[in-house]
């Protein structure tokens, strides 16, 4: 497979898994400030804190309400990482590609950017946001269900599999960096009936409510924290997709698991085994937001290395030669 090819179906799935996330914490939280005490600002800024973007947004805008963060997180094309941005992205990376995806993936794909870009679109959000919004994750999940149904389980579908695992696992650490960083200041408020609105928000932002009210019985901050990194079956949890994208990479390699042939399995096996061999005791006592920062670290220099090995692509910036 050619390396432009690859680069261009590794970051389409990329970009569509970004745009859904994306629509997803605008849709909790949308439910999150009817719950919680009005206050102005304090609802929004961390939607787009979530993003690592809040310079970008300060720099353009100059406060968080509700119509501003919306309007930038959805619709904002100066902005790379809103959701018009991101299907826009997926299209063009989709056009280039045609021969390799299925017909279905590219008529889904080019609908979906084609109604985002509608002038009626930005109205329809304002006033109507939370069938906007699950309309945006339901046209991201059939184009995921496409890929699955209708393309082959090659190589080119290891590669959207990889590119799609990698950015699904950097919004969980997002999400929850988050909550333990900005959400909750009030050491008065732990264990109260705010605390757990927040945390039930933490885990409907992953789609992980459901299941971690069948496994655990109480939401508890070290019972959610330990859900989102840890546990090996649920789908958006960061060790369950960076287990899936570790045997996306062996498959494309040709190597058996456990063993390493290029800089990219050998950081991305790195990450597999400490997520394996770690448990949320250790992430207490180094530091919630520390973990999650070092974690983000890592998968962007796994992201790099990719981009070395496959796509002969080299990182602007030399990172360091041994992990942290």
């Not at 299925?102 to 080019?110: A, K, Y």
């Not at 949890?237 to 570790?246: E, P, T």
Request: aromatic share 10%.
């Amino acid at each position: 497979m050619l390396s432009r090819v690859a680069n261009s179906i590794y970051w389409m799935c990329r970009y569509i898994e970004r745009a859904e996330n994306v629509a997803r914490f605008i849709s909790v939280n949308l439910n999150l400030v009817l719950d919680m005490p009005s206050e102005k600002g304090k609802h929004w800024e961390p939607l787009v804190m979530t993003t690592g973007d809040q310079a970008f947004f300060d720099k353009h805008h100059p406060d968080y309400n509700r119509e501003t963060v919306i309007r930038f997180l959805t619709f904002e094309r100066n902005y790379p990482n809103s959701i018009l941005a991101c299907v826009a992205a997926a299209r063009e990376n989709g056009r280039s590609i045609r021969e390799i995806i299925s017909s279905e993936m590219w008529e889904h794909l080019n609908t979906f950017y084609l109604e985002l870009a509608d002038a009626k679109s930005p109205r329809f959000a304002l006033e109507d946001p939370h069938r906007f919004f699950k309309i945006i994750q339901m046209r991201s999940h059939l184009f995921t269900g496409l890929m699955d149904c209708t393309m082959s389980h090659g190589e080119a579908w290891n590669f959207a599999r990889i590119g799609m695992m990698i950015e699904r696992a950097d919004k969980t650490s997002r999400i929850l960096d988050v909550k333990y960083f900005m959400l909750l200041p009030q050491a008065e408020l732990v264990n109260t009936p705010i605390d757990n609105i927040q945390w039930t928000a933490v885990l409907k932002s992953a789609s992980a409510f459901e299941m971690f009210r069948k496994a655990h019985h109480h939401i508890t901050p070290r019972g959610v924290a330990n859900f989102l990194i840890f546990d090996s079956q649920f789908p958006r949890s960061i060790r369950h997709c960076i287990s899936k994208a570790m045997v996306c990479l062996h498959r494309i390699g040709g190597s058996a698991p456990g063993s390493v042939h290029n800089e990219a399995e050998k950081r991305l096996g790195r990450l597999e085994a400490d997520l394996a061999y770690t448990d949320i005791d250790e992430v207490v006592h180094q530091g919630m937001h520390e973990y999650l920062d070092n974690l983000q670290t890592r998968l962007n220099r796994v992201d790099m290395a990719i981009g070395t090995t496959f796509f002969n692509l080299k990182p602007l910036i030399e990172t360091a030669t041994n992990e942290q």
